[in-house]
């Protein structure tokens, strides 16, 4: 039997929500943080930067969360290894800290994650079979529904193989992963820059059955016209900005801005080194000449603030760029894609750590959206000018810890900037048009850049 309860439109569901397409969906995510952590134990529990956790911390937290939420919230309540809630918990110790836990060794996390994947797949066969142990809660019932609390899990295990990659591109040393694929060509585009006409969109949802707290729920924004970049700012235009003195001037900078470059000593994006005339960039331990038509990645908030200031332009808001992603004209609704809504394949973004960076600019045609922008999914995640805070209605689902903890005080300013649009190593399943995510203003570890926006007239 298929899960009743889970079965969704195609439309709007990130996967045909059946026992088989979850355990695949599970499995695959695994795949990918199992290629990650196949590396020297060594390598595993030493902490490669107090900006990032243990590898092997990370490992073992994957299946912890999937033992609360998989076993012990829709099975029997026991744990699968007693005495790991704490130590896993990520709001209970910084990532700069878990070096000091008593963690779990490489060989005992794999045997961990066996454990765990082994009664989730048992629960997830009792569930669709309609053979349950005890009644659910409505707390579980309300997770189920949708297929939402496995998206959930299947979400975070990406995210977390995103981290993974970050910290492997802070460590020291040589190469430890295989290298990706090639992307395909980039191409001039026809405009610089496209138009977004003033007036209504929506933005969030309340529909997307994986869709996080944070983007529920959908709600009517008006905007004035504005014209955003049809491309994210490239390695080229950023290298121009660095000649025409751009870390230097303290103009361009907001206050905070400039007392983080001057204590940081910034003077070029995150990973790059000049050898004369050229410009050189550490990938995973490669080094090798900037690409100057790939879209800048690792550049904080400030540094895209400042270069925005310095082009004339401004950051986009995220309603901004959720309107240029996702607005359609034409019907008057929000694609779940820039390209509609179809799952991202090969031809529309640069997802899922095909290639080890972004590709280059006019890559991918498919993707554009209905106003014209492109890669506005995939390569970099793209700053905005914009704090989290919550959507008006906001509701905290299913733990105040993934959103609600992070807005700020009413009335205070929001310490987080949102970013859009996910990276070459974002997984499909948190690409949405609608996903936020969030950070410091000073965090170049991210795959992160941006592209500019002005007033229209």
């Not at 809630?85 to 961990?112: C, G, K, M, N, Q």
């Not at 190593?425 to 948190?430: E, G, M, Q, V, W």
């Amino acid at each position: 039997m298929r899960f009743g309860r889970l079965t969704q439109d195609p439309v709007t569901a990130a996967v045909p929500v059946t026992a088989q397409a979850v355990a695949s969906a599970l499995d695959r995510a695994r795949t990918r943080s199992l290629a990650y952590t196949d590396i020297d134990a060594d390598e595993l529990l030493r902490q490669h930067s107090p900006l990032m956790s243990p590898l092997v911390w990370d490992l073992a937290h994957i299946g912890n969360y999937e033992d609360l939420w998989l076993v012990r919230t829709l099975g029997d309540a026991v744990e699968t290894r007693p005495g790991l809630d704490d130590i896993y918990d990520a709001f209970r110790h910084s990532r700069a800290s878990r070096i000091r836990l008593t963690l779990l060794d490489p060989a005992e996390a794999r045997a961990y994650l066996r454990e765990v994947r082994g009664r989730t797949l048992d629960t997830l066969d009792r569930l669709d079979t309609l053979d349950r142990l005890a009644p659910l809660s409505a707390d579980a019932e309300e997770l189920l529904a949708g297929g939402f609390v496995y998206g959930m899990v299947i979400q975070h295990e990406h995210q977390h193989d995103e981290t993974m990659l970050a910290t492997h591109q802070l460590r020291a040393g040589p190469p430890l992963l295989a290298p990706g694929q090639a992307p395909p060509p980039g191409r001039p585009v026809p405009r610089a820059e496209v138009l977004v006409p003033a007036g209504p969109c929506t933005l969030g949802t309340s529909t997307e059955p994986w869709a996080y707290d944070n983007e529920r729920p959908a709600h009517r924004v008006d905007l004035p016209a504005f014209w955003i970049d049809t491309l994210p700012v490239s390695n080229r235009a950023h290298i121009a900005f660095i000649d025409a003195g751009g870390y230097d001037d303290e103009r361009l900078w907001s206050a905070a801005g400039w007392q983080w470059r001057r204590q940081e000593n910034l003077t070029a994006p995150a990973f790059w080194s000049r050898d004369g005339e050229q410009w050189l960039r550490r990938r995973f331990g490669r080094l090798e000449p900037v690409p100057l038509d790939e879209p800048v990645q690792h550049v904080c908030w400030y540094e895209a603030e400042a270069h925005a200031r310095w082009a004339g332009r401004r950051l986009p808001t995220e309603a901004e760029w959720e309107k240029a992603a996702a607005h359609d004209p034409a019907t008057g609704r929000s694609r779940r894609y820039p390209w509609g809504d179809t799952d991202p394949m090969p031809e529309h973004a640069n997802l899922g750590h095909r290639t080890d960076g972004p590709a280059p600019l006019g890559a991918y045609p498919a993707g554009a959206s209905p106003c014209g922008a492109e890669q506005m999914i995939g390569d970099v995640w793209e700053w905005t000018a914009s704090g989290f805070t919550p959507y008006p209605g906001f509701r905290s689902h299913p733990y105040r810890e993934y959103s609600e903890v992070f807005f700020p005080r009413p009335g205070a300013d929001s310490a987080f900037r949102v970013l859009r649009g996910g990276s070459w190593a974002t997984d499909r399943s948190a690409t949405r048009t609608t996903f936020r995510n969030w950070d410091y203003p000073i965090r170049r570890q991210i795959f992160a850049g941006f592209r500019l926006t002005r007033d229209g007239g």
